[in-house]
């Protein structure tokens, strides 16, 4: 199938260029668990801007024909929203030394054909090419153990992040707010971090 497929890299402001189609799959793939997102296009482009507004961002996406079926994105963690940037200035770590990976998502159909490790080395190579980044994190929604929507024979990115080389810190946690499925009201979810050493 890989064979079929294309892919795009985009940085600063020419990611602006694929914003429709990135709302459009970030709100497809985070319907699922744990995400459960109740998502709005007009809300997706408000928050993609600061792709846009970064010197030093960068999206890379797979397409399938004229279909984005994955993307992933990542910036200077001091261009990221206040929420995301909070805990590592809490606790005195030096922000612009940490670069901030977005999200990684693919359609279902996608899934399997190694790239969620493209995704990674991508992302990986971006930040190491400036030379200056220490810590590469990321942070995921943490809906506990006992959630009421959770699949049977739901398995977390957990050990899949653990081979990457990523390290849980329960130190550095965060709260985002969207709605969830079915709601109209945003409510916070508890977010956790993963970091790893720019080598």
């Not at 497929?5 to 793939?29: H, N, P, W, Y």
């Not at 990523?166 to 109209?184: S, V």
Request: proline share 5%; with cysteine; aromatic share 14%.
């Amino acid at each position: 199938m890989t064979d079929k497929l294309t892919f795009i890299t985009r940085t600063g402001a020419e990611t602006a260029s694929v914003f429709e189609d990135l709302a459009k799959l970030r709100i497809a793939v985070f319907k699922s668990y744990p995400y459960l997102y109740e998502g709005s296009a007009t809300y997706e482009m408000e928050y993609l801007k600061i792709y846009a507004e970064s010197e030093k961002s960068m999206l890379f996406a797979v397409y399938d024909g004229s279909e984005m079926v994955g993307a992933t994105t990542c910036i200077p963690l001091t261009d990221e929203t206040p929420e995301v940037l909070r805990p590592f200035e809490e606790a005195g770590l030096v922000v612009n030394s940490i670069f901030y990976f977005g999200e990684s998502i693919l359609l279902p159909a996608y899934r399997g054909l190694g790239l969620g490790h493209r995704f990674f080395d991508e992302r990986e190579a971006h930040a190491r090419s400036f030379g200056t980044y220490k810590l590469m994190c990321f942070c995921s929604v943490d809906r506990g153990e006992n959630h009421p929507q959770k699949p049977f024979g739901y398995r977390s990115n957990d050990i899949f992040w653990q081979k990457r080389g990523y390290t849980e810190a329960p130190d550095l946690r965060a709260a985002m707010d969207w709605p969830d499925i079915g709601e109209t009201e945003s409510s916070s979810k508890p977010m956790v971090f993963w970091i790893k050493t720019i080598d």
